[in-house]
């Protein structure tokens, strides 16, 4: 009992660190162009965000369940293939459950395949540890992902055009056209950085204060 | 010993390939189905843009009987000779992917009446625009009896409308659809006024 106690505690931890301090974007940079892409509007960010979370923990449980039939030197072949497979899914039940955002989405959706994320956690974790764990971290690592969308999207939407999943909030405001256009998404992107190394800093500075006679 | 190992390998491959190939066309099997009862709301869609009433017990025997459907390729052309209209379903590669396009003209005036974008993958916030009603709004009422032009400066002449900025690729691609769209229709009726 305390021994499984141990153990999910560790991968919750792997759990956590993956959204909060080894946050895939904030931390890692890894898949920035999708998110730039797709934050203009909320509902968009949020489709995207959960779509990738599913690619991810789907094609972990896999590659994690038949990591020890999977012959080392065709390994990333072998990623490749599931990912595509299930970003292809996830291209066509969007198509069939919600065309209007599937259409405003675009290419991005087919794009996940390229996000570096995915090969990141297959490469990373999901062929070196049992299912359940690889689960998690994909789970933490794709909640990580949504979360950034989400901010980037709540600015994005509601300074473009004073709306929040298209329901209008500020009437009369002046569209600040600039969030709307790639650049826009630039500038917001690295002042949430900022803000986020800012906090992760301060955070930091406390438990090691706090902490001091545990310090390795 | 390598040989062995690299067959293996080999074999993992086909196998998980075909087991991928399987599972991804049984789902595109389920898309091609939702696709096919869209195509009836299409149908709707036209008939009642056409100026008609949609009533759901005689629509499918109506519909065939009064307008004709003639198809080129990926394009599907609508003619309802009854009001001199016609609905034109035009696919064209974009920028990023194909644009579909659903176009109503009158084609004794040689106007477009309206314009909708069904589907498209083109840039978001700049190709993408191309859905915006503001950009097809300039479509209403466009004489196309010289050829339609989406132009970034308007030299006055009938038939052009404003690009949208930033997106001259997918604007030139538009253009390039409506144009061999409205040359086909053109060709079909013409053939069929000759006999």
């Known amino acids: ?216 | 010993m390598i040989a062995k190992k690299s067959l293996s390998a080999l074999a993992f491959l086909v196998i998980l390939t075909s087991l991928c190939t399987v599972f991804l066309s049984f789902t595109n099997g389920l898309y091609q189905n939702v696709k096919a009862g869209r195509q009836r709301e299409l149908r709707m869609k036209i008939w009642m843009t056409f100026g008609n009433q949609v009533d759901g017990g005689t629509f499918d025997r109506e519909f065939p009987e009064s307008v004709s459907v003639k198809e080129d390729g990926k394009n599907s052309f609508y003619q309802y000779a009854a009001r001199d209209q016609a609905a034109l379903h035009l696919t064209g590669p974009g920028l990023w992917g194909d644009i579909e396009l659903l176009m109503f003209i009158d084609y004794r005036n040689k106007t477009i009446r309206e314009m909708f974008v069904l589907s498209q993958i083109e840039t978001p916030g700049l190709g993408a625009r191309i859905s915006e009603q503001a950009f097809l709004d300039q479509f209403r009422g466009l004489d196309y009896s010289g050829s339609v032009r989406i132009t970034k400066d308007r030299s006055g002449k009938s038939g052009e409308v404003d690009a949208v900025s930033g997106a001259t690729k997918t604007s030139g691609s538009l253009e390039a659809i409506i144009n061999k769209g409205l040359e086909t229709f053109s060709s079909f009726a013409a053939k069929e006024a000759k006999p």
């Open chain 1, 1 to 216: 009992m305390s021994g499984s106690g141990i153990r999910s505690s560790k991968a919750f931890a792997t759990f956590v660190e993956n959204i909060w301090s080894s946050n895939p974007i904030f931390v890692m940079v890894l898949g920035v162009c999708s998110s730039l892409a797709v934050t203009t509007m909320l509902a968009n960010a949020l489709v995207m965000g959960l779509s990738v979370t599913f690619v991810l923990c789907v094609s972990s449980l896999l590659i994690s369940l038949v990591r020890k039939l999977i012959p080392e030197q065709v390994r990333l072949i072998v990623f490749m293939l599931i990912i595509s497979t299930f970003v292809i899914t996830v291209d066509l039940i969007l198509r069939i459950l919600l065309p209007d955002v599937s259409k405003a989405l675009g290419p991005y959706i087919g794009l996940i395949i390229t996000n570096c994320n995915l090969m990141g956690r297959a490469e990373a974790y999901a062929i070196k540890n049992p299912p359940g764990r690889s689960v998690l971290d994909s789970l933490g690592t794709g909640l990580g992902y949504t979360l950034v969308l989400l901010i980037l999207g709540f600015m994005r939407e509601l300074l473009a055009s004073g709306s929040l999943f298209g329901v209008v909030l500020l009437r009369g405001w002046t569209s600040w056209n600039l969030a709307n256009i790639a650049p826009g998404a630039f500038f917001l992107l690295a002042s949430v950085i900022i803000v986020f190394n800012m906090l992760k800093r301060k955070k930091k500075t406390a438990v090691v204060t706090a902490d001091k006679p545990r310090q390795r």
